[in-house]
Nanobody
């Protein structure tokens, strides 16, 4: 499995939008992908996930209605459109694929390898 490369982060104000990208190849047969984030001093947490076809998407309650996950399989790229950003969204954002064919889509321990992530900072 190739290491993912995340991009698109930055410093924005509350209420602004950002679109993150994650380019990666390989993965399990499901080719499911998730976005996770990790704030300073906190554990890595699930943000959003998407199936290979894009027909199934999953979101953490904290981002539901504000974030949208999508993918372009011709480019091996997964996106995270983030609207109405809040200071509590500040974190390093990572994407990853499941390590195994059976996984808990919310558990970062079931995912990898990890890239460098992209920093999102939302000022109030």
């Amino acid at each position: 499995q190739a290491q993912p490369v995340e991009s698109g982060g930055g410093l924005v104000q509350a209420g602004d939008s950002l679109k993150l990208s994650c380019e990666a190849s390989g993965g399990t047969a499901s080719n499911y992908r998730s976005w996770f984030r990790q704030a300073p001093g906190k554990e890595r947490e699930f943000v959003a996930g998407i199936s290979w076809s894009g027909s199934a998407t999953y979101y953490a309650d904290s981002v539901k209605g504000r974030f949208t996950i999508s993918r372009d399989n011709t480019k091996n790229t997964v996106y995270l459109q983030m609207n109405s950003l809040k200071p509590e969204d500040t974190a390093v954002y990572y994407c990853a694929a499941p390590r195994f064919s059976t996984y808990n889509y919310k558990d970062p321990a079931d995912f990898g390898p990890w890239g460098q992530g992209t920093q999102v900072t939302v000022s109030s």
